[in-house]
């Protein structure tokens, strides 16, 4: 059946609206792994973005960025809440002491720039953001939300937190080791599970992932690298 351009744009619109309230109640669609490419209106792409070589360049991913300048100067991991000057995280080629990017094709290791080589002592923090429906299939409004997920990191990541910048609020995910993985477990996944430590009203609440670099063995690489599950979702 011929329709106008105009009915067809707002079908396809509608078929959109649909889709997102339709997967928001099994997942959630914008909450992206690292590496990958900018995520579109409906969700994250899946595809990743090519490495830069060793010793760094242009690539950088398309929806997790990094506390600048690194690291981070905290005075305690709680302070990560009051950072506000991030750029976005780069995709480099791993170190090869770490997991390597070919044991998963869902992401990809995201560092500071350059940061397979030799990086200063410190905190250094990534965040992403992901969006919160007004409305979940079958007209419940989101009251929560679990995440849960896998990652790896050199060194430890020390917790993760949720942000509302715009109600002011920030706290750390509950019932999570601290750390989350060991210093030396860049070579396998660590997996997480919370639900909201904040209130979750609609807009795009923030994760925050704090990396510590250890100081015993001086400058060395760092990075992180984390994939949610699909068991991650609203309530």
């Known amino acids: 059946?011929?329709?106008?351009?105009?009915h067809k744009t707002m079908l396809h619109a509608l078929s959109a609206m649909l889709l997102f309230a339709t997967m928001a109640a099994a997942e959630i669609p914008t909450l992206c792994n690292t590496g990958q490419t900018h995520e579109a209106g409906s969700?994250?792409?899946g595809v990743l973005a090519p490495p830069n070589p060793t010793g760094g360049g242009p690539n950088r991913d398309g929806n997790w960025v990094l506390a600048n300048p690194y690291?981070?100067?905290?005075?305690?991991?709680?302070?990560?809440?009051?950072?506000k000057s991030f750029v976005p995280a780069w995709v480099d080629t791993p170190n090869g002491a770490w997991l390597p990017n070919s044991s998963s094709t869902a992401s990809e290791w995201i560092t500071p720039y350059d940061g397979e080589g030799d990086l200063a002592p410190g905190w250094y923090v990534y965040a992403t953001k992901f969006l919160v429906p007004t409305v979940l299939y079958g007209g419940t409004i989101p009251t929560g939300v679990t995440i849960s997920g896998h990652l790896a990191s050199d060194n430890s990541t020390y917790g993760i937190y949720m942000a509302n910048p715009a109600a002011s609020l920030c706290s750390p995910a509950?019932?999570?080791?601290?750390?989350?993985?060991?210093?030396?477990?860049?070579?396998?996944?660590?997996e997480f599970s919370f639900t909201n430590p904040i209130a979750i009203t609609p807009g795009a609440?923030?994760?925050?992932?704090v990396v510590v670099q250890n100081a015993a063995g001086g400058d060395t690489p760092t990075g992180l690298r984390v994939e949610f599950f699909s068991t991650s979702s609203f309530f």
């Open 1 to 6: 059946m011929f329709l106008p351009t105009s």
């Open 43 to 45: 969700g994250c792409t």
């Open 71 to 83: 690291p981070s100067p905290l005075t305690s991991p709680d302070s990560v809440c009051e950072l």
């Open 174 to 190: 509950r019932d999570l080791p601290v750390p989350i993985n060991p210093d030396s477990s860049f070579t396998e996944w660590s």
């Open 205 to 209: 609440p923030l994760l925050l992932f």
